[in-house]
């Protein structure tokens, strides 16, 4: 369902989940206790005390147990931190480089060269835009497949100059429409996915949000791969997946929690590395410690690929793709569908 309006703060609309209705009375009763105080002159600082403990512990016990389609629901909060939000507070120096030198400049797809902490790298981070007018400019975060030409030029830069690739994941799937099939959108995430799996230097991979099917897969090949606590990595959008399995995407919670796509599950099923910690409540509550988590575990894993060779790099990447996921074997005693007796 989408997020209700609870009012404003600093000029910017407040979006409140539905499973944060109780932490938002919570906080009604402490707003009006404070202004009583000024008011009147009473002191309700005791009250207001207890109130904020109750918050934070109700603030942590909610987020500590999300189901899948509350954790659909934060990964596409409106206040979410977005690519270039992390780019502005952890890429110094930033350089963005446009086009894909065949067809256009695709603002769903960001890419450029900067530094972050130490180390030069090579940025490649999908944007969906904060704003009606930038969302429209970025397609809602869908590239077309000069986004992914214009991503495979940066990396094929990357490597001329041995710099490392940091990509960070957020878009619900490539852009399905006619004129992106025309152009080629599936041949263009393919070769993505055949040349980021032998390109000769460190890529590091961050699902920060939403990572839908190969549209996440197009700038998703590489050496370490982790995801925010509350984004999520699947084939299809849990209301797609309703869509087919009931005809109606009114079953999306039970989509999403039958196809595993939280980090935890992900994590259990060896398809990611590591899970980047939130701030308490999510990264919309705190882009700043968001932003400092990400930052730390990309330079932690590129630290440790420069201690590699790029010959072993190439060879555990391989072996990574190749191990990732786990098998379900259907037992020989189980009936099997018609014809595969």
């Known amino acids: 369902m989408p997020p209700v309006v609870n009012g404003s703060r600093n000029g910017d609309i407040e979006y409140l989940l539905d499973f944060e209705k109780p932490l938002a009375a919570n906080n009604r009763h402490i707003g009006e206790l404070e202004a009583d105080q000024v008011a009147a002159g009473r002191d309700h600082s005791g009250e207001i005390r207890r109130l904020r403990a109750r918050y934070l512990t109700q603030l942590k016990k909610t987020y500590s147990s999300l189901s899948a389609w509350q954790t659909v629901q934060v990964a596409r909060h409106p206040r979410r931190p977005l690519a270039r939000d992390y780019i502005e507070r952890i890429v ?20 450029g060269m900067g530094r972050i902490a130490a180390e030069k790298v090579a940025v490649i981070a999908q ?3 904060r704003d009606t007018n930038e969302k429209i400019e970025c397609n809602f ?17 990357a490597e001329k100059f041995s710099l490392p690739v940091v990509t960070l994941i957020d878009t619900p799937g490539a852009y399905p429409g006619v004129e992106s099939e025309e152009r080629g959108v599936a041949e263009a995430i393919a070769t993505n996915l ?8 460190p890529i590091v991979c961050a699902v920060i949000g ?6 996440a897969l197009g700038i998703g090949v590489g050496d370490r791969m982790a995801m925010m606590e509350h984004s ?3 084939v299809i959008s849990p209301e797609g997946c309703a869509a087919i399995l009931w005809k109606t995407g009114e079953k999306a919670p039970e989509a999403a929690e039958a196809m595993k796509l939280t980090s935890r599950h992900l994590m259990d099923m060896d398809v990611i590395d590591e899970i980047v910690p939130e701030p308490l409540g999510g990264a919309h509550r705190n882009e700043a410690e968001a932003a400092a988590n990400i930052e730390r575990y990309i330079i932690r894993a590129l630290r440790d690929l420069h201690r590699l060779s790029i010959n072993e790099i190439l060879k555990r990447r391989y072996d990574r793709w190749r191990r990732m996921g786990k098998v379900l074997h259907l037992r020989a005693d189980r009936p099997q569908p018609a014809g595969k007796q």
Do not use: N, Q, W
């Open 127 to 129: 944007h969906k835009g």
């Open 141 to 157: 975060g869908c590239a077309h497949p000069e986004g992914y030409r214009k991503a495979l030029r940066v990396m094929k830069l």
């Open 232 to 234: 999520y990595y699947s």
């Open 194 to 201: 055949r040349e980021m799996s032998r390109l000769r230097t």
């Open 210 to 215: 939403e990572g839908g099917s190969g549209g």
């Open 92 to 111: 110094k120096d930033f350089v963005e480089l446009h086009g894909d030198r065949t067809f256009a400049d695709d603002r769903a797809i960001c890419c």
